[in-house]
T-cell receptor, first 114, second 114 residues
Framework: KAGVTQTPRYLIKTRGQQVTLSCSPI?????VSWYQQTPGQGLQFLFE???????NKGNFPGRFSGRQFSNSRSEMNVSTLELGDSALYLC?????????????FGPGTRLLVL | AQSVTQLGSHVSVSEGALVLLRCNYS??????LFWYVQYPNQGLQLLLK??????LVKGINGFEAEFKKSETSFHLTKPSAHMSDAAEYFC????????????FGTGTKLQVIP
């Protein structure tokens, strides 16, 4: 099976712009989770989608949003970018039926906000 | 609520020496515990996980971890370090926070000295 893919891999934006990141899960996986990774804050949970519905949400402002399509592909959007949004954004997929399941991570999208 | 504490943000070992990476968790219910490894510019890869049953869990690349409820610990060990083990390691916990809402530790960077 193909792994989790994320596009684009690298992105440079300026403050105030918005950005959309994409994640394609492993075939058959219905859960997609998003994480932000920064040197200062580590890995922080953004949100999780399961069967097109947001099932869990972390403590991020409303500028961070996401959605999931019927084929389980997910997008994450950040509006009005701030310098502090510079990070590696990781998505992970799993079957999603039980919370002890393994999450499989993509390589990430590295976002730089100037 | 659940949390994870990884002691030591950086650990250095000599090639061939024992690797010990420490992880303590806090969870109001029996936890599910994970260790992930991240190589530079890559996503996270699962090393091993504990859900129920045997408390000594064996993972990939010769790593293992022991769940100790009385000590609320899940330390990662490997008898003999290899240069290829140099990476960042993350302990994670889930359960009680909702499906797939995983809480990660701050990570430990392992340096292997030849």
């Amino acid at each position: 099976k193909a792994g989790v893919t994320q596009t684009p891999r690298y992105l440079i934006k300026t403050r105030g712009q918005q950005v959309t990141l994409s994640c394609s899960p492993i075939s058959g996986h219905r859960s997609v989770s998003w994480y932000q990774q920064t040197p200062g804050q580590g890995l922080q949970f953004l949100f999780e989608y399961f069967s097109e519905t947001q099932r869990n949400k972390g403590n991020f402002p409303g500028r961070f949003s996401g959605r999931q399509f019927s084929n389980s592909r997910s997008e994450m959007n950040v509006s009005t970018l701030e310098l502090g949004d510079s990070a590696l954004y990781l998505c992970a997929s799993s079957l999603g039926d039980r919370d002890q399941e393994t999450q499989y991570f993509g390589p990430g999208t590295r976002l730089l906000v100037l | 609520a659940q949390s994870v504490t990884q002691l030591g943000s950086h650990v250095s070992v000599s090639e061939g020496a024992l690797v010990l990476l420490r992880c303590n968790y806090s969870s109001s219910v029996p936890p599910y515990l994970f260790w992930y490894v991240q190589y530079p510019n890559q996503g996270l890869q699962l090393l091993l996980k504990y859900t129920t049953g045997a408390t000594l869990v064996k993972g990939i690349n010769g790593f293992e971890a022991e769940f100790k409820k009385s000590e609320t610990s899940f330390h990662l060990t490997k008898p003999s370090a290899h240069m290829s083990d140099a990476a960042e390691y993350f302990c994670a916990v889930t359960r009680g926070g909702g499906y797939q809402k995983v809480t990660f530790g701050t990570g430990t960077k392992l340096q292997v000295i030849p």
